[in-house]
């Protein structure tokens, strides 16, 4: 009986852990990586959210015009966006093989596209080029399963690289599974760049 008790205890515990966890909302992610005369400045990120969690937020924030303001903007900077910090943004950034902390970011806007909640901002990522090849790893993921963020191929970008960059982009798949979904979906992707 004891055993039986203490069995169903731990299966309960475990379900309950973040392994077991499924996500509530989901995101189409979209990262383009900005370069200036020094080299890489930052990303900016957009999110476009599922359309549940959008007329939520949307209904919590809008006045009903279907545009944020700029008053709606800063209650929803503050309410819904920035206790992402704890999370480092939901990216995961290695540069060189060391790791990049995310404490902050800028320019953070979020705007109503086809009834979908859009979240726009730069993430600050000062990398120099020179001669030798820089790496940069980053994956924009949600380690708790709440959160499934999708990113294809074709939504990493390069702006402002060429010519004064030479620069490669090379992709981690995501799961099997799910690209049985979505085939061009990834898990990171890495950008080496250089001064030619």
């Known amino acids: 009986m004891l055993r039986a ?22 995101v189409d992610n979209k990262l383009t ?10 990303m900016l990120v957009e999110w476009k959210f599922d359309d549940m969690y959008s007329s939520g937020i949307i209904y919590d924030f809008d006045n009903g ?3 944020f303001s700029k008053q709606e903007n800063a ?9 992402l910090k704890k999370y480092d943004f939901f990216l995961e950034v290695v540069i060189d093989s060391s790791p990049f902390k995310v ?3 800028q320019d953070f806007e979020a705007s109503i596209n086809n009834g979908r909640l859009v979240y726009r901002f730069f993430v ?3 990398v120099s080029a020179g001669q030798h090849t820089k790496t940069i790893h980053v994956g ?25 960059y030479r620069t490669e982009l090379a992709f981690t798949p995501t799961s099997e599974f799910l690209q049985i979904l979505s085939p061009n979906a990834i898990d990171r992707v890495a950008l080496k760049f250089w001064k030619p």
């Open 65 to 67: 015009d279907g545009v």
């Open 103 to 105: 404490v902050f970011v």
């Open 124 to 126: 600050p990522c000062h």
């Open 5 to 26: 008790f203490l069995l169903l205890v731990l299966v309960l515990f475990s379900a309950s852990s973040p392994a077991f966890a499924h996500p509530h909302l989901f």
């Open 75 to 83: 209650l929803l900077k503050r309410d819904n966006f920035s206790n």
């Open 33 to 42: 990586f900005m370069f200036d005369e020094s080299g890489l400045a930052g």
């Open 140 to 164: 924009v993921v949600d380690e708790t399963n709440f959160v499934a963020i999708t990113t294809q191929k074709e939504d990493v970008l390069l702006q402002k690289a060429e010519p004064l």
